[in-house]
């Protein structure tokens, strides 16, 4: 079986190809790079820069690959819009005529999520929430493909509510030996680390604005005992040492379930505060997660924070639960093998 797993999203594809690869699936990624994230990528799609040059590149490198698209059995997306505007539907017809299977993976603010996360009790600010042509071009790639497969709650949710039947929810692919389980801090102050997942600092899709009002008010009551950081725009590689040297994460308030920035702090042993509401619990990995639930809310973070600050044994005895259920839960080659059974099928 050969794969191709078209874009990237935070490491979702590339966390996937190993594990794929580990278990015998010949894999390909193909991706523009995912920006300053740096994930490397086997095809390239084109240039990100420049109007002219970048709209021209884009053309020729998506032309040459849509030529090659039957030497791979499964195609996979992570992006509604796989390829440069003028090529989407070219592509879409020759996924599902020349390709065996075409799989749509549910992992980012497409127009289906945007249409229906409203009605979830937490979900995070847009500049748009509904786009007529985004939700037709989304709807005709849905209708050709095998399968869509979802990576979070709020997905799988929206998807049903729009009257689609995606698979339920797949936990994120880790490749769990790459990663060290951190030792506590004891002799030094505690690191409480917020990941930006914006280059604009004023960007407020995780609550960030709430995060930064929390921290402020813990550094004036606990600096002697803990640090606080917020930082974004790492490649991946650079964001991947940085937390390993951080106790705890507080990743998004406002989900009803966790994303990949807490799924890498679960493979590495931290305390990991993120949404993890308890409608989610009916997916069988949400049901055993030690993620802390918090909630839009300063009041809310700041007694949950407070609490883990004031007594770090809880550190220790939950962030050896995170990496336990991560090796039970994100294994790269557990939910890979769960991907390739589903290509089968």
Not at 277 to 295: A, D, F, K, S
Not at 311 to 340: C, L, M, N, P
Request: glycine share 6%; with cysteine.
């Amino acid at each position: 079986m050969r794969v191709l797993l078209l874009h990237e999203m935070s490491g979702v594809h590339t966390e996937l190809k190993s594990g794929l690869i580990e278990i015998g699936i010949d894999t390909k990624i193909g991706t523009f790079g995912d920006g300053w994230k740096k994930y490397r990528s086997d095809i390239s799609l084109g240039l990100q820069s420049g109007i002219a040059n970048g709209a021209i590149n884009k053309i020729h490198s998506q032309m040459k690959l849509l030529k090659s698209l039957n030497e791979f059995d499964v195609v996979q997306s992570i992006s509604p819009t796989p390829f440069f505007s003028p090529l989407n539907q070219q592509f879409q017809a020759v996924a599902t005529n020349q390709v065996d299977k075409f799989f749509y993976l549910a992992a980012g603010s497409d127009a289906i999520y945007r249409k229906h996360v409203k009605s979830l009790p937490y979900y995070p600010p847009h500049d748009w929430y509904e786009n007529i042509r985004a939700y037709k071009n989304l709807d005709r790639m849905l209708r050709r493909s095998s399968g869509i497969i979802p990576v979070c709650y709020e997905y799988e949710y929206c998807m049903k509510k729009d009257g689609r039947t995606p698979q339920q929810t797949t936990p994120f692919p880790i490749n769990i030996s790459k990663h060290k389980c951190s030792k506590l801090a004891t002799e030094r102050k505690l690191k409480i680390f917020h990941p930006l997942n914006r280059l604009d600092p004023q960007n407020d899709f995780k609550g960030t604005s709430i995060i930064r009002s929390v921290f402020d008010r813990l550094s004036l009551k606990y600096s002697d005992v803990a640090e606080f950081i917020m930082v974004g725009g790492l490649p991946h590689e650079e964001y991947s040492e940085l937390t390993d040297s951080v106790d705890i994460i507080v990743d998004q308030l406002n989900s009803m379930s966790y994303g990949m920035s807490a799924a890498y702090g679960l493979a590495k042993g931290k305390v990991v505060l993120s949404g993890l509401e308890e409608m989610t619990r009916n997916v069988e990995h949400y049901g055993q997660c030690p993620v802390i639930n918090v909630i839009p809310d300063a009041d809310d973070l700041f007694e949950k924070i407070e609490a883990l600050i004031i007594d770090r044994s809880r550190i220790r005895i939950i962030g050896e639960h995170s990496r336990s259920y991560a090796r039970q839960f994100h294994d790269h080659i557990k939910v890979a093998t769960k991907f390739a059974k589903l290509y089968q099928s």
